[in-house]
C-alpha cells in the first residue's frame, strides 16, 4: 500500500493574525532549593494553518511550554509572568496566562479550543475505560451532544483516524491497540470538538519510524482539512525539517533561535542550533573515526558464528532460524521496528535467554570454539566474562543504591579478580578510559546526567577486557549532541581494546555512522545482510526500502513524502496500519 | 468466565475437606480433651471426678473412638444431614449456637465497615489531592494516632468516658432488660444505643490504615498521563478525579474482601471481650480453650469457607471492573 501525500513547502512568517500569541512567558517550579524557571522569557506566536515546532534537547523546557499554554504544569509548577493570547474568531482575546487553572474559562479552553496529545499513547489513555468512553467524553462535554450522537461522531472520529471497524475499536480498550493505533485514537480524542490548535507534545517519539511516518502524514492531512494550527513538540530534527513551518530552538527554558524552518536549517545564525543541526547531520555519514580505520579483515575466521537461530515464546517466533556472523573487530548492526527481535537476538547471545534451536559458535582467544547455546554452569560463566552488554536505558540500569565506583568494580569484585586498593585504581583507570572524572567515583548514579550514566554502563560492560559487546540501543534514550560522543567513545574503546559490536538499534543513522555490517530483521527473521553503506543508501529487500523510506530526512527542502510505503508481507491478509 | 467460576468452586471442596481436616487435627494436638478441661473446672470448685464418670463421660461423647474416626463421623453428619455435632460445653446443637452469634457479628461488621469506607475513602482522597496542605497533616496526624493506639486499650477509655462521664450503660450489644426478650422496635433501638461504642472503636484503627493505602494509591494514580490527558480535554476536576484515578486507586479495595469475610469472625477478640459483646468471636476463643472441638471446628471450617468464598468474590468482582485482567 502506497501512502502518497505531497505538503508544498509553504510560504512562512506571513502578515496573518496569528491565532495564539505567547509573549514573555515565564513558568517556574518553586523547589525546595530555590525557584527552577523551566520557560524563562519565551515570546513565539502561532498562526491559523499553521505548524510550530518546538524543538530542544531533554530538560529544554519545550513541554512546559506546551502545558503552560493550557494550565496543566505538573505540580508545584506555575506561571509566574508573561500572556498567552488566544485570538478567538469573533474577535476577542483571552489571556490565558491569566485564568485559574481551576476555573470554568480555563476548562472551555481545553479540549474545545486548543486539544493536546501526549507522546506515550499507552499511559495518557486510561486502561479501565473503553476508548470510545474517553472519545465521547470531550463530545458531550463541550458540544453537549446526546449519548448516542456522541457515539456516532467518535465512530466517524475514529474512521478519519483510519482505524479499522471504527464501530468495534470504539468498544476496545487502549491495551488491545497497537502503539500506533492508540496514537490514532489519542488524535481522535483531541480533533472530536475540531479545535483551531493542537498541541502536540513528541506524539511520535514511542512509535517506529513507519507508524511515525503514517501519523505525521494523518496529522497535517487533518491540518489541512481543518484548518487547524499545530504546535508540534519533538527533540527530532528530522520531524522538524518534514513537517514544519517555523521552528523555535529551545535550550534550558531560553529560546536560541525562532524563525521559518527553512532559515533554522540552512542558515542557522545561533551557535547551539548550528551545533544542534550538526549532530543531525554527523549522522547522516560514516563516523570519522572509521573512514580513518584500515579496512576490516574479511578472511579472518569469525569470532561469533550464529547458525539457524531460534527462540520461540509459545506461539510466537521472536527469533526465526537467523544465521549471520560477526568478524573479530567488526561493528555488527541489528536494525528492526519493534517486536522484531532484535532484543530478543542480543538476549540469546549473552544466553539470558536459552535459545529454542540454533548454535551460537564463538571463537575463544586460543582458538577453542564454544557453542554458546549449549554450554552452561563454569564454561557459560567464563564466556559471560568475553561478552557483555550495555543496555538501553541508563536510568533502569544502574543500581541507585550502589555508587558509580560499586557499580563498575562489581564484575571485578564478583568475579575474584580484584579488591580493595587494586580495584579502586582500577576502577579510577575505566573511568579515565570512558571520560569520567575519578573523582566522582563515591557519587550515586543519579548525580549524573543521562550521557555520563551511558558512560558508567560502558565502563561497567570493559571491566572484563571482553571480547564482545552486545549494545541494546545503548543511545536511544540520548539527546542527539549526547548520542554521537558516547558512539565515538564506543569506537574509541574499540580500537584500543579490540572490541567486537553487536550494535542493536532503530535508528539508521547510528547503523550508518558506527556500523561495518547491517542485518535488518522483520518479525523474527534476517531479511537482509550487508555493508552498512549499502543498506542504509540502496537496500535489496523491500522491507529495507519501505524502512529507509519511513525516515524523515533532516533537510526541508526534501520533503517528498511520495516516496515513502508501507511493506506488507507477501501472502499476509492486512487489516490495518501498523496492527501487529 | 463461566468455566473459571465453575472450576475455582470445584476446587474449593478439596481445600475445604483438608482444611477441616487439619483444623480437628491442631485442635486435638494439645494433651488433655474436652474431658481433662472440665474435670479441671470442677476440681477447682472442689469437686472430685473420678475415673469411671470420666471415661463414661468420654464414651458418652465419642472421645474415647481413634481421632479418624470421630473426624469422620463429624464430617459425616455435616454432608448428609447438616450436622456439624454437639457444643459439649454449651450441650446445644454447634449451627445453633453459630447462627445465634452471626446474625449480630455481621451487623457489627457491616457497620463498622460501612463507617471505615465512608470516612477513609474520602479523606485519603482529599490527602492526596491537598498533599501537604494543613488538612493532609492534620489526618495524618490522626491516622498515625488511630494506628498506634491498640484498640483494646480505646476500648477501655471510651467506656470509662461513656459510663462516668455520661452514665451510659456500656457493654454488650442490649440493655438488660431487652438482652432475653424478643426482637421488638424497642429492642432495635435499644440496639443502635450500644453499637455505636463497638463501631466508633472498630473503626478508628481500620479507617486510619485504609486513610494511608487510600491516599498512596492515588498519589500513585495522579501523576499519571492519562489524568493529564482528562484534564486537557477540559474536564473539570471533580470528575475527573472521580473518573480516573479514584476508580482505578479502588481497584486494590475490591481485593480486601478475600480476607474481609473470614474476618467477621475471628477479627477484634480483643475489643469484643472488653466489651462483652455477644459475637462470634469471643465464643470462638472459648471453644478453642475448652476445647471444644466440633464447635471450634465448625467455627474454623466457617472462616476457611468464608476466605475462599470471598477470594472468589473479590476475584469476580476484580475481572469485572478491570478489563486488564479480564480481556488480557
Redesign the interface.
Known amino acids: 500500500m502506497t501512502d502518497i501525500l505531497s505538503i508544498a513547502p509553504r510560504p512562512s512568517m506571513t502578515a496573518n493574525k496569528p491565532l495564539l500569541e505567547v509573549r514573555n512567558l515565564v513558568t517556574e517550579f518553586p523547589l525546595r532549593t530555590g525557584i527552577f524557571r523551566a520557560v524563562d522569557d519565551l515570546s513565539f506566536s502561532i498562526e491559523p494553518g499553521k505548524t510550530l515546532c518546538v524543538v530542544g534537547e531533554s530538560g529544554s523546557g519545550k513541554s512546559v511550554t506546551a502545558?503552560s499554554i493550557?494550565q496543566?504544569i505538573?505540580s508545584p509548577g506555575r506561571i509566574a509572568s508573561g500572556s498567552i493570547l488566544l485570538h478567538q474568531p469573533d474577535g476577542t482575546s483571552l489571556d490565558l496566562a491569566k485564568l485559574d487553572p481551576?476555573g470554568r474559562a480555563i476548562?472551555?479552553?481545553?479540549?474545545?479550543d486548543i486539544?493536546?496529545i501526549?507522546?506515550?499513547p499507552m499511559?495518557?489513555?486510561?486502561?479501565?475505560?473503553?476508548v470510545g468512553d474517553?472519545i465521547t467524553?470531550?463530545l458531550r462535554?463541550?458540544l453537549r451532544m446526546g449519548k448516542a450522537e456522541a457515539r456516532a461522531e467518535a465512530i466517524s472520529l475514529l474512521r478519519q483516524v483510519e482505524i479499522p471497524n471504527p464501530e468495534k475499536a470504539i468498544d476496545r480498550?487502549a491495551?488491545?491497540y497497537s502503539g500506533g493505533m492508540r496514537q490514532r485514537a489519542?488524535i481522535a480524542?483531541a480533533l472530536a470538538c475540531k479545535p483551531q490548535l493542537l498541541i502536540a507534545d513528541e506524539p511520535t517519539t514511542a512509535l517506529d519510524v513507519t507508524t511515525q511516518a503514517e501519523i505525521l502524514d494523518l496529522i497535517s492531512r487533518l491540518q489541512k482539512a481543518h484548518g487547524m494550527a499545530v504546535l508540534f513538540i519533538t527533540h527530532d530534527m528530522g520531524v522538524v525539517a518534514q513537517i514544519a513551518d517555523d521552528v523555535l530552538v529551545m535550550h534550558h527554558g531560553v529560546a536560541k533561535e525562532y524563525g521559518p524552518v527553512e532559515q533554522i536549517f540552512h542558515s542557522p545564525q545561533d551557535p547551539y542550533t548550528r551545533m544542534l543541526i550538526g549532530s543531525v547531520l554527523k549522522l547522516e555519514q560514516k563516523a570519522e573515526i572509521r573512514l580513518a580505520r584500515p579496512p576490516l579483515d574479511t578472511t579472518a575466521a569469525p569470532l561469533l558464528d550464529i547458525r539457524n537461530l531460534s527462540m520461540h515464546f509459545g506461539d510466537m517466533k521472536a527469533l526465526d532460524d537467523v544465521s549471520i556472523s560477526l568478524l573479530p573487530g567488526e561493528t555488527l548492526g541489528i536494525v528492526g521496528e519493534s517486536g522484531s527481535g532484535k532484543t530478543t537476538m542480543g538476549r540469546s547471545i549473552m544466553r539470558l535467554y536459552d535459545p529454542t534451536a540454533g548454535e551460537m559458535h564463538y571463537r575463544r582467544a586460543d582458538g577453542t570454539v564454544l557453542d554458546l547455546a549449549k554450554i552452561g554452569g563454569g564454561e557459560l560463566k567464563a564466556a559471560r566474562r568475553e561478552l557483555r552488554m550495555v543496555f538501553q536505558d541508563p536510568f533502569g540500569s544502574l543500581n541507585p543504591r550502589m555508587t558509580v565506583s560499586q557499580v563498575i568494580g562489581e564484575p571485578l569484585l564478583v568475579n575474584g579478580i580484584a579488591r580493595g586498593k587494586n580495584l579502586d585504581e582500577r576502577v579510577c583507570h575505566l573511568m579515565e578510559q570512558v571520560g569520567l572524572d575519578p573523582t566522582t567515583r563515591e557519587r550515586y548514579p543519579h548525580a549524573f546526567s543521562g550521557g555520563q550514566r551511558q558512560r558508567i554502563g560502558i565502563a561497567r560492560a570493559i571491566t572484563l577486557n571482553p571480547r564482545i559487546i552486545v549494545a541494546d540501543e545503548a543511545t536511544s534514550a540520548l539527546d542527539v549532541s549526547v548520542r554521537f560522543q558516547v558512539l565515538d567513545l564506543l569506537m574509541r574503546l574499540q580500537d584500543e581494546l579490540g572490541l567486537a559490536y553487536i550494535f542493536i538499534s532503530h535508528d539508521i543513522g547510528v547503523i550508518r555512522y558506527m556500523c561495518d555490517r547491517v542485518g535488518v530483521m522483520y518479525r523474527g527473521k534476517l531479511v537482509e545482510v550487508g555493508e552498512a553503506d549499502k543498506v542504509c543508501n540502496a537496500p535489496d529487500h523491500p522491507y529495507t526500502q519501505a524502512l529507509i523510506s519511513a525516515i524523515p530526512r533532516p533537510d526541508p527542502r526534501d520533503r517528498d513524502h511520495s516516496r515513502r510505503f508501507r511493506y506488507t508481507e507477501p501472502g499476509t491478509v492486512k487489516n490495518g496500519s501498523s496492527a501487529r | 468466565m463461566l468455566k473459571f467460576v465453575v472450576k475455582r468452586l470445584f476446587w474449593m471442596i478439596p481445600s475445604l475437606f483438608a482444611v477441616s481436616f487439619l483444623a480437628f487435627v491442631l485442635i486435638q494436638l494439645p494433651p488433655g480433651d474436652f474431658v481433662t478441661t472440665y474435670i479441671a473446672t470442677l476440681a477447682s470448685s472442689n469437686e472430685v471426678v473420678d475415673q469411671n464418670t470420666a471415661a463414661q463421660l468420654r464414651e458418652r461423647f465419642g472421645l474415647d473412638q481413634p481421632m479418624l474416626v470421630q473426624y469422620l463421623k463429624w464430617i459425616w453428619g455435616i454432608v448428609t444431614r447438616g450436622d456439624f455435632g454437639l457444643s459439649f460445653e454449651w450441650q446445644q446443637p454447634v449451627s445453633g449456637l453459630i447462627w445465634e452469634r452471626m446474625a449480630l457479628t455481621l451487623v457489627l461488621a457491616l457497620a463498622s465497615l460501612i463507617a471505615t469506607w465512608a470516612l477513609a475513602l474520602p479523606i485519603g482522597v482529599y490527602s492526596a489531592v491537598k498533599k501537604y496542605s494543613i488538612g493532609d497533616y492534620a489526618f495524618t496526624a490522626f491516622t498515625f494516632f488511630g494506628l498506634s493506639i491498640p484498640s483494646f486499650l480505646l476500648a477501655l477509655v471510651l467506656m470509662y468516658v461513656a459510663a462516668v462521664e455520661f452514665g451510659q450503660d456500656v457493654g454488650g450489644l442490649f440493655s438488660s432488660q431487652y438482652e432475653t426478650a424478643p426482637w421488638s422496635i424497642g429492642k432495635m433501638y435499644d440496639l443502635l444505643t450500644h453499637l455505636w461504642l463497638p463501631v466508633a472503636i472498630l473503626a478508628v484503627s481500620s479507617t486510619a490504615s485504609l486513610i494511608r493505602v487510600m491516599r498512596a494509591n492515588m498519589l500513585d494514580e495522579l501523576p499519571k498521563p492519562y489524568v493529564t490527558t482528562a484534564r486537557a480535554k477540559g474536564l473539570s476536576e471533580f470528575r475527573l478525579l472521580v473518573k480516573y484515578p479514584l476508580r482505578i486507586a479502588l481497584n486494590p479495595f475490591i481485593s480486601t474482601i478475600a480476607w474481609l469475610l473470614p474476618n467477621l469472625i475471628s477479627g477484634s477478640v480483643v475489643v469484643a471481650i472488653v466489651l462483652n459483646l455477644p459475637t462470634a468471636a469471643p465464643l470462638l476463643l472459648q471453644s478453642l480453650m475448652a476445647q471444644d472441638m466440633y464447635l471450634a471446628g465448625a467455627f474454623v471450617l466457617l472462616i476457611c469457607a468464608l476466605t475462599l468464598i470471598g477470594s472468589l468474590i473479590s476475584d469476580i468482582l476484580l475481572a469485572l471492573v478491570d478489563p486488564r485482567i479480564r480481556l488480557e
Open positions: 502545558r493550557l496543566i505538573d481551576r476548562r472551555s479552553v481545553r479540549g474545545r486539544a493536546m501526549f507522546q506515550e499511559s495518557s489513555l486510561s486502561p479501565v475505560h473503553t474517553q467524553e470531550a462535554l463541550h480498550y491495551f488491545q489519542m480524542m
